[in-house]
């Protein structure tokens, strides 16, 4: 396996890679629906025969469960692979459009054609599963690729190098791993598209770097992911689910409740009931959370710090640690912790949290969460938690969001059938399924000439073209 690619190689060894890869554009955008279905079968197959490998370099990165591993990283990959196997031929089908009356004697469709040379940027949290589902649908689209995992994970982007050299000749999928430096120098090539996940500000970065090159994005970022409980919500329930959510891969996911707008009548309970959840999560016979080998940790001293940072000023500024607070900067560790009596100058309400701090807000009328959920830049996610069918309408016609999930949380990622992503700030583009596949391919309109002509409107311009051109603008 080679070593990390050093600054001083990086851009003439990337150049190397990317102009091989170009060359072998045609050849793999030619490839037939059987032909990609057979190495979508081989990636499976590979993972499948090293999950323990997967599940190892996960919980070297960052102490992640393998039982997470498992549901988070390696069961969505493979449900991509499975669906997209299922419906790859019919994707690639030419996709017939009706003819307008006024081009009577033509016919049209569209032609899905892999864009070409792409780059997937992928991040730490999700580090298996964000490199290989996006890469799915590039494969499956007929494109080239360049993967640059993320270096904060070192030992997955070790093994998707592995992987993907065994799996693949460089020309057509390779793996460059490297620090921010090398995905600056990427940045400079002339891809075709770029697939990003990350934060907003690095969102940023990328959209100017392609915009060099006029290069298309799909940009998956992120926010501040609102969570709101109505009156009639079932709170033992929502506080269980919201749990799970919040604190699954220690809340490092970019679709967590990043905070909670709780009905007044219901913060109570809701505070009850999630430390309930907790304790039956990860404080099994009475064990600390610090003990439990279901919960990760923070993937690295920067991000403990900025966790511990945000934690530290809301408290000086006068929020209660309502649960939790527990940290040890040994292990990267923080437990649990629920922040009530939060305000917009905390930096816990100004930032995307990324990680088990949970502040809680309250209201008394739905205007008070859609004013200031519609103040703040559009969410990546929404969750509303209710059994009023009145309610759930409300807030989900008064707010705008990447994607929305009623009365659960994150499921909507795994969902083949729905396109996944955010608006504006949280997200450009969509990903999932067919949605992949069409973000990685262009789709080229073809129209075909079938009988006839448009000899009556051709030059000159006499009073007979003028009527017939006047009755066309009138009617058609």
């Not at 990609?36 to 370099?57: C, F, G, P, S, V």
């Not at 899905?112 to 730490?124: F, M, Q, R, T």
């Not at 991000?303 to 500024?317: E, I, P, S």
């Amino acid at each position: 396996m080679e070593t990390t690619l050093l600054p001083s190689q990086t851009a003439t060894q990337l150049r190397h890679i990317f102009e091989n890869q170009r060359k072998n554009t045609l050849n793999v955008s030619l490839s037939t629906a059987d032909e990609r279905i057979a190495k979508l079968k081989k990636m499976q197959a590979y993972t499948m025969a090293h999950l323990a490998d997967i599940e190892q370099a996960m919980f070297n990165d960052f102490c992640k469960p393998k039982v997470e591993v498992l549901m988070g990283e390696v069961f969505g990959a493979n449900s991509e692979i499975k669906h997209t196997i299922k419906h790859l031929k019919q994707w690639m089908k030419p996709q017939r459009v009706p003819t307008p009356l006024n081009l009577i004697g033509t016919s049209a469709f569209i032609k899905h054609e892999a864009k070409g040379n792409v780059l997937i940027i992928s991040p730490w949290n999700y580090p298996f599963s964000l490199a290989i589902k996006p890469l799915i649908s590039a494969i499956a689209a007929g494109n080239v690729a360049i993967v640059k995992p993320s270096e904060m994970t070192p030992h997955t982007s070790a093994f998707l190098k592995k992987m993907l050299s065994d799996l693949f000749t460089e020309n057509e999928v390779a793996v460059v791993e490297g620090d921010a430096s090398t995905a600056t120098e990427l940045l400079k090539l002339p891809f075709n598209h770029i697939f990003f996940t990350g934060a907003p500000a690095i969102g940023k970065i990328v959209m100017r770097a392609a915009a060099d090159h006029l290069a298309s994005v799909t940009l998956e970022l992120g926010g501040k992911s609102p969570s709101i409980i109505d009156e009639t919500a079932d709170i033992p329930k929502i506080a269980r689910m919201t749990a799970w959510g919040k604190c699954l891969n220690n809340g490092q996911t970019c679709i967590a409740p990043d905070y909670m707008f709780v009905h007044a009548s219901k913060k109570d309970e809701f505070l009850s009931e999630y430390q309930k959840a907790v304790a039956q999560f990860y404080q099994t016979d009475g064990q600390a959370v610090e003990q439990s080998d279901s919960y990760a940790r923070i993937v690295n001293a920067r991000h403990f710090n900025r966790l511990k940072g945000y934690l530290d000023d809301a408290v000086a500024q006068g929020a209660n640690v309502a649960m939790g607070g527990k940290t040890n900067a040994d292990q990267n560790f923080i437990e649990p912790t629920v922040l009530t009596g939060v305000n917009d100058q905390m930096k816990v309400m100004q930032e995307e949290v990324f990680g088990p701090l949970l502040p809680v807000l309250t209201y008394q009328h739905p205007d008070e969460v859609i004013n200031y959920v519609n103040s703040k830049e559009k969410p990546l996610a929404l969750y509303i938690n209710s059994r009023s069918q009145k309610n759930i309408d409300y807030f989900l016609n008064r707010t705008t969001a990447g994607d929305t999930v009623i009365n659960d949380v994150l499921l909507h990622f795994g969902h083949s059938e729905l396109p996944f992503g955010g608006v504006n700030n949280s997200g450009i583009g969509k990903s999932n399924g067919f949605f992949g596949f069409q973000e990685f391919s262009n789709q080229r309109g073809v129209m075909k000439r079938q009988f006839g002509d448009m000899k009556f409107i051709y030059p000159p311009y006499t009073p007979k073209v003028k009527k017939i051109v006047d009755f066309f603008v009138k009617y058609f």
